[in-house]
């Protein structure tokens, strides 16, 4: 999805850069239900109850309620960012410091060409030092901030959040006041935890369950079979005068 490299010093090391997820295959679709036919969305206007022509459409911000600034596409064009071929390495760090509600999408960063030896020099510095990079690189229009570590055979590059767009936890209801938690309920809880616990983490075991009978569902509707309609159980509710019964029980 981009090809560059990686700035680290005097030392330019050619990476090419691919998606590290994808998305599943059935993707769903608006349909029109007498004829199965796909739906489009027109440009309509609501004061003039008509759709607007592509030519007629310009980008506005919205500055206040209903109150808009128009940019046009040559002022856009005037700052947006040069496109770069480099991600600028700018300091290093220990894995750790990175508060992970700051990561945003992963990418593998593969090298150019093969037995490229300063990106397997810099993937096994990085590995040894137990250090992440940090850089930025103008993609897509927009300056992205990223850290680069070592990750298995090459290099993982995750784009990182900027400090203002993550909300504030504290602005969250409920959070300001705490309930008075016993003795009793935090060892039952403990317990229960204790008896949970796993020495390793297997996500493999872990699947996506809507996913997986939403193919199965289309599977036998495609086959013309008749689908029956189960109605789903509520969800128990654990009120906070029975917290210790249901600790009890979960143990149990």
């Known amino acids: 999805m981009w090809k560059g490299s990686i700035a680290f010093g005097l030392v ?14 059935l993707k769903m679709r608006l349909l029109h ?9 027109k440009r309509w206007c609501d004061d003039c109850t008509q759709e607007v022509a592509q030519d007629e459409i ?10 808009y600034v128009v940019v046009t596409e040559e002022e856009l064009e005037s700052i947006v960012p040069e496109k770069s071929a480099e991600i600028q390495i700018v300091a290093f760090i220990h894995s750790h410091q990175i508060d992970p509600i700051y990561f945003n999408a992963h990418y593998y960063a593969g090298p150019e060409k ?5 990106y397997f020099l ?12 940090i850089g930025h690189v103008v993609m897509r229009d927009k300056e992205h901030i990223c850290a680069i570590e070592a990750y298995r055979q090459g290099l993982l590059l995750t784009m990182l ?3 203002y767009e993550i909300r504030d936890i504290q602005r969250i209801d409920g959070l300001n006041e705490e309930p008075e938690v016993s003795t009793v309920e935090m060892d039952l809880a403990q317990q229960l935890i204790n008896q949970i616990t796993v020495d390793e983490f297997d996500i493999t075991t872990f699947h996506d369950t809507f ?11 495609a086959r013309g079979e008749t689908i029956s309609i189960h109605k789903k159980r ?19």
């Not at 506005?60 to 109150?67: A, L, P, R, T």
């Not at 810099?122 to 990079?133: C, G």
């Not at 996913?211 to 509707?221: D, F, I, N, S, T």
Request: glycine letters at 2%; a positive charge.
């Open 33 to 41: 239900k007498d004829t199965l036919s796909p739906i489009r969305y």
């Open 114 to 118: 093969e037995k490229e030896k300063p």
């Open 12 to 25: 330019n090391i050619p990476i090419k850069l691919y998606s590290a997820v994808e998305e599943r295959p």
């Open 122 to 133: 810099f993937r096994n510095v990085l590995r040894q030092t137990a250090k992440t990079a």
């Open 234 to 252: 509520e969800p128990l509710q654990t009120q906070e005068e029975n917290l210790i019964e249901a600790l009890k029980a979960s143990l149990k």
């Open 161 to 163: 959040n900027y400090n």
């Open 58 to 67: 310009v980008k506005g911000i919205e500055v206040s309620k209903d109150h």
């Open 211 to 221: 996913e997986e009978a939403l193919e199965r569902l289309v599977e036998r509707k």
